[in-house]
């Protein structure tokens, strides 16, 4: 199945292993997610994290959540 979320913002942990997206749903809605992806495995990037059932009203509430749940990330932001 096909992703339908629309990433809009994407912030990589140093060694580009792990990541965290920002994204908006087709409904409108925003949320957040912590997804890492082994070199050795070709399947790709999994969620890490499991905050993408979240449902936020705007992408700057999404971003303020992932800096209080996700230590890294809050540090990538400044």
């Known amino acids: 199945m096909a992703h339908t979320n629309k990433v809009i913002h994407s912030v990589n942990l140093d060694g580009d ?3 965290v997206d920002i994204f908006q ?3 409108g809605t925003f949320g957040f997610d912590e997804f890492r992806r082994d070199p050795e495995d070709g399947r790709g990037w999994y969620s890490i994290g499991h905050y993408g059932s979240q449902v936020f009203a705007d992408a700057e509430s ?4 992932a800096r209080n749940s996700i230590g890294w990330f809050q540090d990538k932001q400044g």
């Open 17 to 19: 292993f792990v990541c």
């Open 62 to 65: 999404a971003i303020l959540e």
């Open 25 to 27: 749903r087709p409904d």
